[in-house]
T-cell receptor, first 112, second 110 residues
Framework: DVKVTQSSRYLVKRTGEKVFLECVQD?????MFWYRQDPGLGLRLIYF???????EKGDIPEGYSVSREKKERFSLILESASTNQTSMYLC???????????FGPGTRLTVT | DQQVKQNSPSLSVQEGRISILNCDYT??????FLWYKKYPAEGPTFLIS?????DKNEDGRFTVFLNKSAKHLSLHIVPSQPGDSAVYFC?????????FGTGTRLKVLA
């Protein structure tokens, strides 16, 4: 079974802090994605990566950056957390050429 | 601008009956569609998909229908079971990424 793990299930941070969300997948997938889920807005793509050291902006990249130094790990960075970044963050991966994405359990981030 | 819309935020169905979840899209260039199911405190899991060259795809109790002229797809669950209670997201494949709908919360009543 594909396993996508996220470093924390719940996280509380203060406004202005730098926040790191880590995602690891164990199936050698080429593609990795970061989404946020908000009520009434569904899942919105923040960033994605098709290969190590490559990244592409999604629909809402402002205020975020990413890092993919190893194939299995994709990190989401909030450079200076703000209250409007309080959300559920979901990481996903997929093999190249395969359309279904496999999601991690999510990190619920609260910024106070 | 919401390119993929799920206009019903919630739906309640009696156990054993049919559940029909709907999804509309605006971009005729979308050529692949998926449905995901999400339980609380878990990530979404893939349920079923359909290519634009088909109008129906079936997997056990789950069937997805695609009406390209109407830019509409629907997920049918027959018979519905209490374990099907979850949030369902439809997604359309755009350029190198997916665009998700806002989700429909299905509650199957025992």
């Amino acid at each position: 079974d594909v396993k996508v793990t996220q470093s924390s299930r719940y996280l509380v941070k203060r406004t202005g802090e730098k926040v790191f969300l880590e995602c690891v997948q164990d199936m050698d997938h080429e593609n990795m994605f970061w989404y946020r889920q908000d009520p009434g807005l569904g899942l919105r793509l923040i960033y994605f990566s098709y290969d190590v050291k490559m990244k592409e902006k999604g629909d809402i990249p402002e205020g975020y950056s990413v890092s993919r130094e190893k194939k299995e790990r994709f990190s989401l960075i909030l450079e200076s957390a703000s209250t409007n970044q309080t959300s559920m963050y979901l990481c996903a991966s997929s093999p190249g050429g395969i359309r279904e994405q496999y999601f991690g359990p999510g990190t619920r981030l609260t910024v106070t | 601008d919401q390119q993929v819309k799920q206009n019903s935020p919630s739906l309640s169905v009696q156990e054993g009956r049919i559940s029909i979840l709907n999804c509309d899209y605006t971009n005729s260039m979308f050529d692949y569609f998926l449905w995901y199911k999400k339980y609380p405190a878990e990530g979404p899991t893939f349920l079923i998909s359909i290519s634009s060259i088909k109008d129906k795809n079936e997997d056990g109790r789950f069937t997805v229908f695609l009406n390209k002229s109407a830019k509409h797809l629907s997920l049918h669950i027959v018979p519905s079971q209490p374990g099907d209670s979850a949030v369902y997201f439809c997604a359309a494949e755009g350029t190198y990424k997916y665009i998700f709908g806002t989700g429909t919360r299905l509650k199957v009543l025992a």
